[in-house]
């Protein structure tokens, strides 16, 4: 065996293991045709800066996933990745060339986008080197970019079929524009938010003289585009008056009174404005009374010439202080009531949303969105984990809106239509027209969504449907992304995929959390509580890392960054560390291929073995669910209690007695080390790595290895029972000489009373356990051991230990310390008889759970019991 540093240095374990990894290309698809194929898309990040934590938790989760589906003998494919992320990745080169002095438009579009080209390869190479310190194992010979020909290809037959299908639609409708990016945004890029606001009453005069109409608005600036003013047709104060006119304040334009039913009776005086152009309700109306539309906004959020003259050049803002101080001055405005409304803000750019009369692309949503709930209900559903996450997906697209795809950018999906120099015909095709000189394509590109929607199956080599990948990868077996995209992204790909592959993108979507900081908030910039994934494993280590983002939180649940839990998470593999060192520096040569096992075990070897068989059967079944925290906890408590609390402590006097043949004692050892350290790699892949390298005749990765299985023939429920007893009276009489302070290496005579002539036979026959790990001066296990008037004890369900109060502990302060423990066990009864007498428990659980129940109860109401006769002992005493 090689001898392993005598500390654990995470830089020093990690550094040159992923570059070896790669040179062995063991990441790659085995292609082995006897395989299953198992395949993930990685979600692709935008090359608009570094990872963050986020980003670590998801690929974590990922790589775990693939890691042991490889080792499990799967054809496994990880799928790397990133997106061109329109909006944002151009706001971020343009405010680059701000702080040189130049714009895009001074550079002209094809030079911008050399710019943009420049930019998407030094953030691709940032994401590369931060996906190899996260240690992923994905297939970069397989890596995609959702702007490479292959994808655009595929972005432009999906474009012109969905056209053909008639859709894709191009039409005049309201929609969110970002007066800053100066494009247009879906639903979904709209973030609302409180903001401080007011209702502006305002009189509308009517033409004839006869009075006037009140109205409120929170916009009072769009006015100057109000085409009609609106009351229900049934509303009797105001339907005498449908048809007539009134004079638009500062405007002096007359326009129409119409009823409608959209308006609210009850809201307000029950009187609406009308302003077609900037508002998606009085759009709806103004069709449906064929009224003009008049837009009084540039597209970079300024009031342009039909706004007025005196109100031309002004911003939104400008214009809402100008527009009331005229109405005040002029005696139209009648009260400005002040409150807090929700506003919506460009999830991008942060500015307020106008909406806005714009010709713009839409994908018609209803038939895509059918298809997708559909699809729920047959055997090629799409499964979400955690499962209340579907109704999240089905009630989005119960109530989507058709799908504003067109973008006012430069960088991204050129829209593949041209439009006619002379004639202004249309074109929509995968190329441009033979005569292309006489035509001039859409200056627009398409909502990144659109791109990365098609990700699971273009990525493949769609639309060629006989390449190799598709044929063999697609439908892609499990989706990892945060809850937070589930509209965005995840019920995009759904419908894509079963409109152009008649097949679901991905058999399970793992939905997970968010990272939050200590105090449960969102990490942003503006708190400053942002945390570098880079960082945290210069300090603490990949492994560190990757085990606390695994074992932090349920599917779907958030999670909090916590320094004492990275530390927890460090310690633990620290623990691993030392128990490796200690074990391969005492088996000597011994490697995988020498282990013997054979039939002379003692209770702690076919203890652990079985215990080992245990814990792979609850970590594999966990995995299957996505539990990792479950399976976390599972490893945790077989690797630090199970085998270097107890087994190893076991094991040190056989090691150390040269007499004896300790060939089995190191053969389990050196085995049960190997499985961990498989079962421990998909989370924790290169500490094991270097550990396991270290074990002589090991291969040559364990990336490669094969995962455990459960050996039936070490699997003992006996010896599993029968060790549980023997480490509860140990810990028993470690807890007796704690709360009496009596060290350890003061000897102390040990009484253990017995209530089974069975357990007695299994103490007498490990008793050298007892003595090792109790030093007691005598030790006698008895069902009628002949102890002492005045002892201190632990009462177990089996047995009950008991010590000398001599020299160690005053009666007084035992009893006290009793009533305590009666206190405990009487909390315990009454939660167990309360569960049994619910009726609801008692016949919807399963019958195993509620039999479990009822034992419990039994074995709390015998210690109480013990307990309590013990406490009466001791009060007969003084």
């Known amino acids: 065996m090689k001898e392993i540093s005598t500390k654990y ?22 292609e082995d045709p006897d395989a299953e194929p198992y395949s993930i898309v990685i979600p692709p990040p935008n090359v608009t800066g570094k990872l963050h934590l986020g980003h670590a938790w998801d690929v974590s989760l990922q790589d775990m996933i693939i890691r042991q589906k490889r080792m499990q003998g799967y054809d496994t494919l990880w799928l790397p990745g990133m997106d061109h992320a329109g909006i944002a990745t151009q706001a971020k080169v343009e405010a680059r060339l701000r702080e040189e002095g130049v714009t895009r438009h001074d550079l002209g579009r094809e030079k911008f986008l050399d710019k943009t080209w420049e930019w998407k390869e030094e953030y691709a190479e940032i994401i590369r080197e931060q996906w190899g310190k996260m240690g ?70 009517l033409a004839d003289g006869s009075g006037h109409l009140q109205l409120a608005t929170t916009r009072p600036e769009t006015m100057l585009g109000d085409t009609a003013v609106a009351v229900h047709p049934e509303d009797d104060r105001y ?9 638009l304040p500062l405007v002096n334009r007359e326009i129409p009174i119409v009823g409608d039913t959209y308006v609210d009776r009850e809201f307000g005086t029950g009187v609406v404005k009308i302003t077609p152009a900037h508002d998606p309700n009085d759009f709806e109306v103004g069709n449906r009374h064929d009224l003009p539309r008049v837009n009084v906004m540039t597209d970079d959020g300024h009031m342009n010439a039909a706004a007025g003259a005196k109100y031309e050049g002004m911003t939104v803002k400008e214009a809402r202080k100008a527009v009331v101080a005229d109405l005040k ?38 038939p895509l969105a059918e298809k997708a709930m559909n699809n729920q209900d047959t055997d090629e559903r799409v499964d979400f984990f955690p ?17 504003v795809i067109s973008r006012q950018l430069w960088w991204g999906h050129q829209i593949p239509a041209w439009y006619h120099n002379e004639t202004g015909e249309m074109y929509v095709g995968m190329e441009a027209p033979a005569d292309a000189e006489n035509w001039t394509q859409d200056p627009d590109v398409l909502d990144t969504w659109f791109s990365s929607a098609l990700w699971p199956f273009s990525t493949m080599g769609w639309p060629n449907e006989d390449a190799e990948d598709f044929k063999r990868y697609f439908p892609t077996n499990t989706l990892v992304t945060g809850y937070d995209i589930i509209f965005f992204w995840v019920s995009r790909m759904i419908f894509q995929s079963l409109e152009f592959t008649e097949q679901r993108p991905f058999s399970n979507v793992l939905i997970h959390g968010l990272i939050r900081d200590a105090d449960g908030r969102k990490m942003s910039k503006s708190l400053g509580n942002g945390i570098d994934p880079m960082d945290v494993i210069d300090e603490y280590g990949v492994d560190a890392l990757r085990w606390f983002l695994a074992n932090g939180s349920s599917p779907g649940q958030d999670v909090r960054y916590s320094e004492e839990k990275m530390a927890s998470a460090w310690n633990f593999i620290n623990k691993i560390w030392n128990a490796s060192r200690f074990v391969l520096m005492n088996v000597g040569d011994m490697s995988i291929d020498d282990i013997q096992i054979g039939d002379d075990l003692t209770l702690a070897d076919r203890w652990i073995l079985s215990r080992l068989q245990t814990t ?41 007695d040269e007499s004896s043949d300790n060939t089995t004692t190191k053969s ?11 079962l421990l790699h998909p989370i924790m892949p290169f500490v094991t790595e270097e550990i396991w390298q270290n074990i002589k005749g090991s291969q040559e990765s364990i990336v490669v290895a094969t995962y455990p299985t459960v050996n039936a023939e070490y699997q003992d429920t006996a010896s599993e029972q029968a060790m549980t007893k023997l480490i509860d009276i140990i810990r028993a009489v470690r807890t007796i000489r704690s709360d009496a302070n009596a060290s350890l290496s003061k000897a102390i005579d040990i009484f253990i009373k017995v209530n089974d002539e069975s357990d007695v036979q299994l103490l007498e026959a490990n008793r050298q356990y007892i003595e090792r790990f109790g030093h007691p001066e005598a030790l006698e296990i008895s069902l009628t051991p002949s102890t002492p008037e005045e002892v201190i004890s632990q009462t177990l369900s089996f047995a009950t230990v008991m010590m000398p109060l001599e020299g160690l502990i005053k009666i007084e302060d035992e009893i006290k310390r009793l009533d305590g423990e009666v206190a405990k066990l009487q909390k315990e009864v009454d939660r167990v008889t309360k569960k049994l007498a ?4 008692v016949s919807k659980a399963p019958e195993a759970v509620v039999e479990e129940e009822r034992q419990k109860g039994e074995t709390y109401q015998a210690q109480l019991d013990a307990v309590q006769a013990r406490i009466d002992q001791l009060k007969s005493l003084i």
């Open 9 to 30: 240095q995470p830089n020093e374990v990690e550094a040159g293991k992923y570059q070896k990894w790669l040179d062995l290309d063991v990441f790659a698809p085995s």
């Open 239 to 247: 339907n005498h008056l449908i048809g007539k006119t009134l004079i």
């Open 668 to 678: 389990i050892l050196v085995y049960v080390l190997d499985q961990f350290l498989r």
């Open 329 to 366: 001055e002029q005696g139209f405005l009648v009260e400005i009531e002040e409150m807090v409304h929700s506003v919506g803000h460009s999830e991008r750019s942060g500015a307020v949303v106008e909406p806005r009369l714009s010709t713009q692309w839409f994908v018609k949503m209803q």
């Open 838 to 841: 619910n009726e609801k428990f």
């Open 387 to 403: 499962n209340r996450f579907e109704k999240t997906f089905l009630d989005w697209m119960e109530n989507v809106h058709d799908w």
């Open 616 to 656: 792979i059967d609850s970590v594999t079944r966990l995995f299957e669910k996505f539990e990792f925290g479950e399976a976390g906890r599972e490893l945790y408590h077989f690797i630090w209690d199970d085998y270097c609390d107890w087994y190893i402590e076991m094991t040190k006097e056989t090691l150390q």
């Open 136 to 205: 992923i194992s994905v297939d970069y010979k397989r890596e995609r970019f959702t702007l490479d020909d292959g994808l655009s290809e595929a972005v432009r037959k999906v474009f012109v079929s969905l056209y053909e299908k008639g859709l894709i639609y191009r039409g005049e409708y309201i929609i969110n524009w970002d007066p800053v990016q100066m494009t247009a945004l879906s639903d979904i890029e709209v973030i609302y938010q409180d903001d401080p606001g007011a209702f502006y009453h305002v009189n509308y005069p």
